[in-house]
């Protein structure tokens, strides 16, 4: 069993930045695949960044160049910087876990970006 745990979500203006951290329960977390999410109102939870074991990022074009997914596996928590925030980056942000061959969620930060 894993658990996360999400932190760092508020409110801030666009053009601002928020660190989006979670930290994770287990002892193999350095082998972990880390992904973001994130779900806005009255749309599908979409994939916003990932993070292999071995440290290799993906990123959806809607945040390329914006936001940066990093790891600390002494840390167990993998990190969301955002910056340059619009106003379409508002939702609620989940991280995930993928440790075959079970998944698991948190419980969601929320994040508004305001005009």
């Known amino acids: 069993q894993v658990q996360l745990q999400e932190s760092g979500g508020g409110l801030v203006q666009a053009g601002g930045s928020l660190r989006l951290s979670c930290a994770a329960s287990?002892?193999?977390?350095?082998?972990?695949?880390m992904d973001w999410y994130r779900q806005a109102p009255g749309k599908e939870r979409e994939l916003v960044a990932r993070?292999?074991?071995?440290?290799?990022?993906y990123y959806a074009d809607s945040v390329k160049g914006r936001f940066t997914i990093s790891r600390d596996n002494v840390k167990n928590t993998v990190y969301l910087q955002m910056n340059s925030l619009k106003p379409e980056d508002t939702a609620v942000y989940y991280c995930?876990?993928?440790?075959?061959?079970?998944?698991?969620w948190g419980q969601g930060t929320q994040v508004t970006v305001s005009s």
């Open positions: 995930k876990a993928l440790v075959l061959p079970r998944t698991y």
């Open positions: 287990g002892s193999r977390f350095s082998i972990y695949l």
């Open positions: 993070i292999t074991s071995g440290g290799n990022t």
